[in-house]
């Protein structure tokens, strides 16, 4: 009796499963930006994400499940990690993706576990990182390298980590059947004193090119109108990020 009903439950959970998650014969997933309604659109529905930020290089492999059970059961549905280039090239062209580091298994079980992506790719990444994830060995190649501009010794590297990065995301965006409904571009440039819109230029176009038109690509900037002065790129959607109880983020926010 017991078995019977076990596996009635695990025929439910299957239905339903399938149920919420098959997409119609032909019809093409999507995920994008309603200006007129201020919403998100998931296949061409209203959506709205509660997310949560846990960084695949920062929790062992074998917890990132429980963890993941965790997030769930707190009522998050979304699931923001950065990818932080020193850790996958830690020698110049000498790439590691395994165990630990295996961003795409992460994303993929994410999406086992019912999460969408929030995907913040970098280069520059910040997130308390030495150089902000950045190689070490960029400076070892030319202590004078300007980072984080159009400088042609930091973009030469900048464009050889895209060339091999991007190809492995773009399987994984949610237009493709993977989890990630927008990936981020920078980080908080608008913080930084360079201000050089040919490189956040060439990093816009970088990413469309690698990644197509469909994905939301989007840039994240300190909540005040400065910070966007540098930060807000044409073709790039802007988002702010702001502290609690900060009044003036809030008010550019309502904006």
């Known amino acids: 009796m017991m078995a019977k009903q076990a596996l009635y439950v695990l025929l439910l959970t299957v239905l339903l499963y399938v149920h919420f998650t098959e997409q119609k014969v ?27 930020a846990m960084h695949y290089f920062r929790v062992p492999k074998p917890y990132w499940k429980d963890r993941m059970a965790k997030m769930a059961a707190a009522g998050l549905n979304a699931i923001q990690t950065y990818i932080s280039w020193n850790m996958h090239e830690p020698q110049p062209g000498v790439y590691n993706f395994e165990d630990g580091n295996d961003f795409a298994a992460y994303l993929q079980l994410a999406q086992e576990m019912g999460f969408v992506v929030i ?8 997130s308390e990182r030495d150089l902000g994830g950045l190689p070490f060995w960029l400076l070892q190649k030319n202590p004078h390298m300007r980072l984080r501009t159009n400088d042609p010794s930091y973009l030469q590297y900048v464009d050889r980590w895209l060339d091999v990065l991007l190809p492995k995301v773009k399987p994984l965006l949610y237009v493709n059947g993977g989890p990630v409904i927008t990936v981020q571009v920078e980080n908080e440039y608008g913080s930084y004193y360079a201000c050089d819109f040919d490189y956040m230029h060439h990093l816009r176009d970088k990413f469309r090119q690698q990644l197509g038109k469909d994905v939301v690509l989007f840039t994240t900037d300190g909540g005040t109108e400065g910070f966007l002065k540098c930060g807000k790129v044409d073709g790039l959607y802007s988002t702010v990020d702001f502290g609690s109880g900060s009044l003036r983020s809030t008010k550019l926010l309502l904006q």
């Open 26 to 52: 032909g019809e093409k997933r999507s995920f994008t930006i309603d200006y007129e309604k201020d919403q998100w659109l998931k296949d061409g529905e209203p959506f709205r994400y509660i997310a949560g």
């Open 119 to 126: 995907l913040r790719v970098g280069p520059y990444i910040d």
